[in-house]
Nanobody
Framework: VQLVESGGGTVQAGGSLRLSCTAS??????????MAWFRQAPGKEREAVAA???????AYADFVQGRFTISKDSERNTLYLQMNNLTPEDTAMYYC?????????????????????WGQGTQVTVS
C-alpha cells in the first residue's frame, strides 16, 4: 500500500490550501484504524498536525487553533486536510501517515510512533 499526498503549494499569509492523501489499495481508508497529517520544517522535528482514528475521532495539535480540519472520504479512498488562515510558521513538508490495524500499544493518534505507513510528502510554503 502506498499513500500519495497532493495539494501543496505556495500561498500568501491568510490563504488556504487543501491537502489530499490517497491510498493505493482499494477500500483502505474505509477500514484503516487511524490516519494523520504530520509536518516537518527544515531543522525541526516532525510534528503532528491532525489525526483521525476509530477510538479518538478527530484530534488536533494545539497550534492548529481551529484553522485546520481533517476529514476522510471512504468512497474516494482519500484523507484531507483543509488549512485556512495560513501563516509563514505553517511552512513545512506535510506528510500523510496511516496505521491500518488497531494497535496493542499506544493509541494516541498524534503520536508519530503509532504509524507504520508514510507518504512522500507535499510541500507547503506560506509567504
Amino acid at each position: 500500500v502506498q499513500l500519495v499526498e497532493s495539494g501543496g503549494g505556495t500561498v500568501q499569509a491568510g490563504g488556504s490550501l487543501r491537502l489530499s492523501c490517497t491510498a493505493s489499495a482499494s477500500a483502505y481508508v474505509a477500514y484503516v484504524y487511524a490516519m494523520a497529517w504530520f509536518r516537518q520544517a527544515p531543522g525541526k522535528e516532525r510534528e503532528a498536525v491532525a489525526a483521525i482514528s476509530n477510538d479518538a475521532g478527530a484530534a488536533y495539535a494545539d497550534f492548529v487553533q481551529g484553522r485546520f480540519t481533517i476529514s476522510k472520504d471512504s468512497e474516494r479512498n482519500t484523507l484531507y486536510l483543509q488549512m485556512n488562515n495560513l501563516t509563514p510558521e505553517d511552512t513545512a513538508m506535510y506528510y500523510c501517515a496511516a496505521k491500518y490495524s488497531r494497535p496493542a500499544g499506544t493509541r494516541d493518534p498524534l503520536n508519530r510512533f503509532l504509524y507504520d505507513l508514510w507518504g512522500q510528502g507535499t510541500q507547503v510554503t506560506v509567504s
